[in-house]
């Protein structure tokens, strides 16, 4: 790592007690509410809530694209203008960005030239996977298109630190694992790789660490499988025709409920629990499997639970630092 990259804690990103607030018709929303993390160097790092947890909000403001109404964001120790001015920050968000009537090619050496240390423009389009639509005009592409040109962007200045907000949208599987394979080079460079999805199996397969917010507050934060185990929960599936939902709404432990045709599958925090009370209701349900959450269940699971309770970050759950614990 370069020395400018450098701070006294070894913190890339930081975000001490940060809050923001926007007014609306019906009262002020806390979109932000008191969020305190920080980041090391050479982390990827998912960043995962459901719509509206503030996730767009804190990358906002990390950006420097507007201002904690509290609260500290620093970025390599300093501010997000100067981290940007220097080339230390890389980003792709969810739009805007591109230009019409130019090619891909022009665009990303227009990229380049805004950047101190950009990579070569021919190596940026060869690991976006656009080497080949080089010369098609911009608002010629598709949307999965537009996204990979937004990436080579994103990358074109070799940052430090690169920002990516639901970054393989649009993308086919092909482009998806091709995207994900250049993730993965990045970090082995000492890279910090940032990422905001929707796709929670991206966020359980290539995330060293998984943070998670909720009503704008840190919710949980550790690897997948620290908090795939902290969540507490399992999924309990087996068939059962004609079992009413009244009935399966009456069981112990439930987190969530779902069921196509006669197959049930509930999440719940005590399968055992659960199962003996279907038993004990006279039900004899049959294929009967109990399996550990997923990071998608487990992400489910704590939301749900925190939503329910609406306590302070990590309330019922058990999780809401897991970091601090590794």
Sequence with gaps: MSPDTRTPNGAVVEFENVSKTFASPKG???AVNGLSMSMQAGQTIAFLGPNGAGKSTS????????RPDSGRV???????SDAIKRGMVGA????????????????????AKLHPRPIPVAEALKRANIADLADRRVDKLSGGQQQRVQFAMAIIGDSPLIVLDEPTTGMDVENRQAFWATMRERALEGKTVLFATHYLDEADQFAERVIVINKGRLLADGTAAQIKASAGAKRLS???PGVADADLYRLPNLVHVERQADVV???TSDSDATLYALLDAGYRPADIEIQALGLEQAFLAITAEDNNHGAGAGAGTGIGNLEAAR
Excluded: I, K
């Design 238 to 240: 087996f068939r059962l």
């Design 28 to 30: 002020p929303v806390h």
């Design 74 to 80: 620093a970025l390599f120790g300093g501010s997000a």
């Design 59 to 66: 990358l906002n403001m990390l950006l420097g694209l507007s």
């Design 92 to 111: 792709m968000l969810q739009s805007g960005g591109l230009m019409s009537e130019v090619t891909v090619r022009e665009q990303v050496q227009l990229w």
């Design 265 to 267: 599958r509930l999440q």
